[in-house]
């Protein structure tokens, strides 16, 4: 028996650059899309945990159909909650990731129908690990024009769109396990796509 999924997702790669020359393009690797827990946990079980990937990778986990990058169109007007552990020795970074890659498949980072939840990523560096939950929005209103361009095709206002963008984050913070006076960071993708880096000026903390 297989339990689906609410989406189907896909998982990427990012290999660590060997060169100069290598561009962001050359190093991400789509590796496989599945739709079902027991899929998820076989591929889980076949794959290098975090701790045991070269600096510089990524493991990114995305609805099937968003490429993990800035420019995807579902992701051009988004940004994303993240946070970077910097003691990495004391940082259980497997089980961190196996939580946050769970709340994303079990759909527990959002409210049905929000639609805002596009992936989340790993990035592994020399000296920190970065968990992060890419958002489709900044929490921007959306006009009630029924054309299917949002999750239902139903509107919002600024106000809700603010309180889904604070609610995943207070969520991921949660699943990250962080004290309360430890603050998970919110940027806008173009932000960091200026800034030539994700660390970019947090827009939004929890
Ligand atoms: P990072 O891995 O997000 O952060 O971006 P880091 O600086 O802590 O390593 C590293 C670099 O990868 C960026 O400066 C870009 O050159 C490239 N890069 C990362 N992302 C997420 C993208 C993306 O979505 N699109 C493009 N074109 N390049 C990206």
């Known amino acids: 028996v297989k339990h689906p999924l609410q989406n189907k997702w896909t998982l990427w790669f990012t290999k660590p650059s060997s060169g100069k020359g290598d561009n962001w ?8 899309t599945f739709n079902s827990v027991e899929e998820f946990w076989g591929i889980y079980n076949n794959i290098a ?18 490429r993990p990058e800035w420019e995807d169109p579902q992701n051009k007007h988004g940004g994303k909650w993240s946070y970077s ?16 890659m769970l709340a994303a ?14 992936g989340v990523v790993v990035n592994v560096r020399k000296a920190f690990f970065r968990i992060g939950v890419w958002t489709r929005t900044i929490g921007k209103s959306i006009p009630n024009r029924g054309d299917g361009d949002v999750a239902g095709g139903k509107g919002r206002s600024v106000q809700k ?15 990250l396990k962080l004290p309360a006076n430890e603050p ?18 947090a827009k939004f903390t929890v």
């Open 105 to 118: 498949i079990g759909e527990t980072l959002e409210e049905e129908d929000d639609g805002e939840v596009m």
């Open 161 to 175: 769109g603010q309180d889904i963008l604070m609610q995943i984050g207070k969520r991921f913070k949660e699943i």
């Open 184 to 201: 998970v960071e919110y940027s806008g993708h173009t932000d960091a796509a200026h800034s030539g880096s994700t660390r970019a000026k």
């Open 25 to 32: 393009n050359d190093l991400l690797k789509e590796v496989i």
């Open 85 to 100: 552990f910097k003691d990495k020795r004391n940082c259980d970074i497997n089980d961190i990731w196996l939580h946050t």
């Open 49 to 66: 945990p975090v701790s045991d990937l070269a600096l510089k990778s990524d493991y990114h986990l995305f609805k099937e159909g968003v």
